[in-house]
């Protein structure tokens, strides 16, 4: 397939040139004649879905259940990228491959954490640079939310109004989502406000809510879990006698379970936060997946059982 390179300017170049590589394009989707936009993850994809309605057709270049931050891109997914007039990426140096990604394409991204204000990373080799997952609090996507929308609005101008309205109604969901969540952990005892991860990924739902966080690793990467990593947190759940401790869907829970086992703390499940589920899964969309990570932190911490695992 040739490889079709071309600039924002222009969308009716842009359909037609999109139409003209339908015939060789593997996505059936494609066929709608829809404007493309990729983002680099499913909690992105879904956002942007809400907001492009419609009008766009939004697809992550990650699969659900794929680990975003050391993803390596195949060249099928350069070759479906170089047909897109966006990409979407989170930024925070969340995703480690996607300056590379971008730089084979000239195709322009946006990067929607634009605006928000990083938490810093406390430990370890990250100490010091932003926390990526600023995603994690409802908050932080409203601001998400407008970014996406000033993005799709230069894309399509025609759309503004229709992009602005879907912005609205879903930013009132997010706000829900987070007075909800607010109101979970408000009713735990204060010596239980403890969420203790694989991952260091909480910590902007952590200072939405006033939970303590605490991890086994900052952030993803190759090498996870040195046994200092593993002392550390079995100290800090015995001091605090924190009750249960969780891990992530993208990860293996194997060093959470030295914990429990050095412990006695219980496993109080997986929580989901660099990928959706599929739709037959528990989070299939963004608000599902903070909905399900507070339900499954509150019953852990409380003692009533939980079914994710
Ligand atoms: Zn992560």
Redesign the pocket.
């Known amino acids: 397939m040739t490889n079709y390179r071309f600039r924002p300017a222009g969308l009716l170049a842009v359909a037609a040139l999109a139409a003209s590589v339908i015939a060789c394009s593997p996505s059936a989707d494609r066929d709608s004649g829809k404007t493309v936009v990729l983002t680099t993850f499913t909690v992105l994809a879904d956002m942007a879905s809400e907001i492009a309605g419609d009008r766009l057709h939004v697809e992550s270049i990650t699969k659900p259940g794929a680990e975003?931050?050391g993803y390596e891109p195949t060249p099928s997914d350069i070759r479906h990228a170089s047909d897109a007039s966006l990409i979407i990426d989170n930024g925070l140096g969340l995703e480690r491959w996607f300056e590379q990604f971008v730089d084979d394409l000239d195709v322009p991204h946006v990067v929607v954490s634009g605006g928000v204000e990083p938490i810093d990373i406390a430990s370890d080799a990250y100490a010091g640079k932003p926390n990526?997952?600023a995603w994690m609090s409802p908050l932080n996507a409203q601001i998400y939310v407008d970014n996406i929308v000033g993005a799709f609005s230069d894309l399509d101008p025609d759309g503004a109004a229709a992009y602005r309205a879907n912005a609205d109604e879903y930013k009132t969901k997010l706000q829900d989502v987070h007075d909800d969540l607010v109101a979970a952990v408000a009713g735990l005892p204060t010596n239980e406000r403890a969420l203790v991860s694989c991952?260091g990924?909480f910590s902007y739902l952590a200072r939405d809510t006033g939970l303590t966080e605490r991890y086994i690793w900052p952030?993803?990467a190759e090498q996870q879990a040195t046994p200092q990593q593993v002392g550390a947190t079995i100290d800090f759940v015995r001091r605090s006698n924190t009750p249960a401790v969780f891990c992530e869907s993208t990860v293996s829970d194997k060093a959470m379970r030295q914990v429990v086992s050095a412990t006695g703390a219980r496993f109080g499940g997986t929580l989901y936060?660099?990928s959706l589920s599929t739709d037959d899964g528990p989070v299939p969309t963004y608000l599902d997946l903070i909905r399900h990570d507070v339900r499954t932190i509150v019953t852990g911490l409380t003692g009533s059982p939980t079914h994710d695992r």
């Open positions: 975003v931050h990526p997952h991952e990924a952030v993803n936060v660099d």
